[in-house]
C-alpha cells in the first residue's frame, strides 16, 4: 500500500470559524468497497470487475472541541487542531455511494457541509474567524482498506488514526493542496 505523505495546505481558506460549542464531526479513517463500479464507459453501474470498484470512505464520529477552527476551502473543510496540523472532516452524516449518484456525491457532501456550517453560525456554535493564508500541514487521509462489511462510522477512536509518516526535513518536499 503506497504511503502518502502530508500536504501543505496553500490557499486561503473561503472563510474560518472557531468553534464557541462542541459539536460532532466526522473525520476519515479509511475506505471500505462500495456497491459501485466504473463500467467500460467510465458510468458508474451496480456490477462489475472488482478493479473497477469504486470505495465509501469510513469515518470516525469525533468532535469540534471549544477553540478549534475550521476552515472552509473549495475542496472541504479541515479542522485545525493546532495552528500547524489540519484534518479533513465532513459535517454531514456519512452515507455509501449510490449508483445514481456517485460521481456527484463530493459535491453533494461540500453543499451539505456548507449548509451545516451557515447554521452553526447562526445558532452561535461557531464563531467567523479572520480567514488567513494557512500554515496547518493537512494529515494524510487514511489509505486504510476496511472489510465490505465494515461499518460505514465508527465511534471508538481508532488506535492508529494519527500515526503520520515523518514531516519532509525540506518543506518544499511537501505536496501542496490549493483548495
Known amino acids: 500500500m503506497p504511503q502518502r505523505r502530508a500536504m501543505r495546505v496553500n490557499s486561503l481558506a473561503e472563510r474560518s470559524v472557531t468553534v464557541i460549542a462542541r459539536f460532532p464531526i466526522y473525520r476519515q479513517i479509511g475506505r471500505r468497497p462500495s456497491q459501485v463500479y466504473v463500467d467500460e464507459t467510465m458510468r458508474p453501474a451496480a456490477s462489475g470487475a472488482p478493479a473497477r470498484r469504486l470505495s465509501d470512505n469510513v469515518f470516525w464520529r469525533t468532535y469540534a472541541e471549544i477553540g478549534d477552527q475550521i476552515e472552509e476551502h473549495a475542496a472541504g473543510l479541515l479542522l485545525l487542531t493546532d495552528p500547524t496540523v489540519s484534518?479533513?472532516?465532513?459535517?454531514?452524516?456519512?452515507?455509501?455511494?449510490?449508483?445514481?449518484?456517485?460521481?456527484?456525491?463530493?459535491?453533494?457532501?461540500?453543499?451539505?457541509?456548507?449548509?451545516?456550517?451557515?447554521?452553526?453560525?447562526?445558532?452561535?456554535?461557531?464563531g467567523e474567524a479572520l480567514s488567513q493564508r494557512s500554515r496547518s500541514i493537512a494529515s494524510r487521509v487514511p489509505d486504510t482498506s476496511l472489510a465490505e462489511d465494515h461499518p460505514l462510522v465508527v465511534t471508538v477512536r481508532p488506535l492508529d488514526l494519527d500515526a503520520e509518516p515523518p514531516a519532509p526535513a525540506n518543506p518544499g518536499e511537501a505536496a501542496s493542496v490549493s483548495g
Open 87 to 126: 484534518h479533513r472532516i465532513q459535517l454531514s452524516a456519512p452515507r455509501p455511494l449510490e449508483v445514481a449518484t456517485a460521481f456527484a456525491h463530493a459535491d453533494t457532501i461540500l453543499r451539505e457541509d456548507r449548509k451545516i456550517l451557515d447554521g452553526l453560525l447562526a445558532s452561535g456554535t461557531v
